[in-house]
């Protein structure tokens, strides 16, 4: 459904049978994407925050380059990558590789960084290469994730949150020096204090990390209340069966890469992650990535994921808008 066409684009908040992301698509081909949304922030701040997701299509973002001019028009607060969960490889200023896994796993829906204190509200991505097959980034509304739960489920996560412990194991995850940053015990439980996380050294290489996030948030400017945290994504069974099985083999559960627990460390029963993962797949969409694309989702709104896929993908990604600085300005 096209709502609105004017001289030089048009907005279709329904396409190809879906709302999920709103589409802006240029009129002509070569429109600057930067100069449209410097022009346009309102209506992009209005798109992202009723859909969730907008997808710009063929204007002319052909780089890294033209993608951070679009992204410094549409935010004035790109952040860098902390607290790191993911391998990712920076491109140039705040902006990344989107996650650097193996083609053939499929990564599962979650929210960026929702572990975190200081989490960023949008999430962009720009597609340099799109994959010869498969390589979609499913979306789903957490609004809508969060309204297929029972209420007794909702309830007991808001009672208790979502308990998050890391280990940071060489040749198994990510290194806590990669993950933080920095060569510096110090810096590390600097970082750590001021963001409440528990640290302890297991031994000279081995850095165990738990903290405890809400599991439902209400966005800062819509107030809706969203299901937005990694209760699921950071469980061990949501890792391919044979791999889980295979640390599980290797590993007692406390020194699991990750793992989620209830807020007050008990755990969660399979019956309630089934539940989760049932909702999540009940209200996932996707759309095949053209070369030009990029798609601002709003990381509180909408989780994402990423389908396995052949050929040389390349999708580069961003974050904007860090949640201490829109509700300290509000």
């Known amino acids: 459904m096209t709502e609105t066409s004017t001289a030089g684009f048009e907005i279709d908040t329904e396409w190809n049978g879906r709302a999920l992301p709103a589409l802006v698509r240029a009129a002509s081909p070569g429109a600057d994407l930067a100069r449209w949304i410097g022009d346009h922030g309102g209506t992009v701040?209005?798109?992202?925050?009723?859909?969730?997701?907008?997808?710009?299509?063929?204007?002319?973002?052909?780089?890294?380059?033209?993608?951070?001019a679009a992204l410094e028009a549409m935010s004035s607060r790109i952040l860098d990558y902390g607290e790191r969960s993911s391998p990712r490889s920076e491109v140039s200023g705040g902006v990344y590789t989107s996650t650097d896994y193996p083609a053939d796993q499929h990564i599962v829906l979650h929210n960026e960084q929702s572990y975190t204190e200081n989490w960023p509200t949008r999430i962009i991505f720009f597609c340099e290469r799109a994959a010869t097959k498969g390589g979609r980034t499913p979306l789903a509304d957490s609004r809508r994730v969060?309204?297929?739960?029972?209420?007794?489920?909702?309830?007991?996560?808001?009672?208790?949150g979502v308990r998050y412990v890391r280990n940071y194991l060489p040749g198994i995850s990510l290194t806590w020096?990669?993950?933080?940053q920095t060569d510096r015990r110090e810096d590390v439980e600097k970082y750590c204090e001021g963001a409440g996380i528990t640290v302890e050294w297991v031994d000279e290489e081995q850095l165990r990390t738990s903290q405890v996030r809400p599991a439902v948030r209400r966005h800062p400017f819509t107030g809706e209340r969203t299901w937005f945290n990694h209760a699921?994504?950071?469980?061990?069974?949501?890792?391919?069966?044979?791999?889980?099985?295979?640390?599980?083999?290797?590993?007692?559960?406390?020194?699991?890469?990750?793992?989620?627990?209830?807020?007050d460390g008990t755990p969660i029963e399979q019956e309630t992650l089934d539940e989760m993962r049932a909702a999540q797949r009940a209200e996932t969409t996707g759309f095949d990535w053209e070369p030009g694309d990029v798609l601002v989702v709003e990381n509180m709104l909408v989780a994402h994921a990423r389908e396995p896929?052949?050929?040389?993908?390349r999708?580069?990604?961003?974050?904007?808008?860090?949640?201490?600085?829109?509700?300290?300005?509000?």
């Open 315 to 330: 999708i580069l990604a961003a974050m904007a808008d860090p949640i201490r600085d829109i509700e300290g300005a509000l």
């Open 146 to 160: 969060l309204d297929r739960l029972r209420p007794e489920t909702v309830a007991k996560f808001e009672r208790l």
């Open 177 to 180: 020096q990669e993950a933080f």
């Open 309 to 313: 896929f052949e050929g040389p993908r």
């Open 45 to 68: 701040d209005e798109l992202a925050r009723r859909a969730g997701a907008v997808l710009f299509r063929g204007f002319a973002v052909r780089d890294d380059l033209d993608f951070r």
């Open 232 to 263: 699921a994504f950071f469980h061990v069974t949501s890792l391919p069966e044979a791999v889980s099985r295979g640390l599980l083999g290797v590993l007692d559960e406390e020194d699991l890469p990750y793992h989620t627990y209830y807020g």
